[in-house]
């Protein structure tokens, strides 16, 4: 059983600052009690208790036996990359559901780094086909798209990914290119580290986050036909 998330603390942001310095098999090897005490755990706790929270807002949403199923590795494939570090610097949790095709599926993410910290919600691949089923779902009930922009206009999060350069469907509006036409989608709040960071408050602060725009994950969910 996991232990109670208490928050991360200094070292965490200490251990991510020096492996950007020291990013080696050598160096990451000496320090791995350091990366598991003050990374790895704290990040399982946070998979376990800020899951359960999110599962209200989804119950379908999959909290896997392994805490560590949901932590993306440390380690990068440098295989087909010009950056060669060996490790990353930033590390995030992802709440999915427990779908073959996931990287269709709409999810919640946290990431944490030295620097800064992250969540939000989106889809790791956003298909041509998904565009396309995005403006049917638009069309079809105005009504769930409004209450989703209006949900994104009152939250802390913004609206991300990259936008094509110039029109594809001339019949949108400006606010709908706004969502439909993008190569990526999701949505996101980034922030410095702040003392939220060192305290169990972190996850009702992100749950209640991620609740003001549950309208936002109900459109994404419904180009899933949900």
Not at 152 to 158: I, R, Y
Request: aromatic share 16%; charged share 30%.
């Amino acid at each position: 059983m996991e232990s109670q998330f208490n928050g991360f603390t200094e070292e965490t942001f200490k251990f991510f600052f020096e492996l950007s310095i020291n990013n080696s098999k050598d160096w990451f090897d000496s320090h791995r009690d350091e990366y598991m005490e003050y990374v790895r755990l704290p990040l399982r706790a946070l998979v376990v208790e800020l899951g359960a929270r999110i599962r209200e807002i989804d119950p379908s949403i999959e909290i896997p036996g392994n805490p560590d199923k949901a932590i993306a590795r440390i380690n990068r494939d440098i295989r087909f990359s010009k950056d060669k570090s060996a490790y990353r610097t930033n590390l995030w949790i992802t709440f999915k559901r427990a779908a073959p095709e996931w990287q269709t599926d709409p999810a919640f993410y946290f990431d944490i780094g030295y620097d800064r910290y992250s969540y939000g919600a989106g889809y790791y691949i956003f298909t041509p086909e998904m565009r396309e089923q995005m403006k049917s779902e638009i069309r079809a009930d105005r009504e769930l798209f409004d209450n989703a922009v209006a949900a994104l206009a009152a939250s802390v999060f913004t609206l991300g990914g990259e936008r094509y350069k110039r029109p594809i469907d001339k019949t949108l509006s400006g606010l709908e290119r706004e969502w439909c036409e993008r190569k990526s989608l999701y949505i996101y709040c980034e922030h410095e580290p702040e003392d939220i960071l060192f305290s169990r408050d972190l996850i009702e602060k992100i749950y209640s986050d991620f609740l003001a725009i549950k309208p936002v994950y109900g459109l994404f969910r419904s180009i899933k036909g949900d």
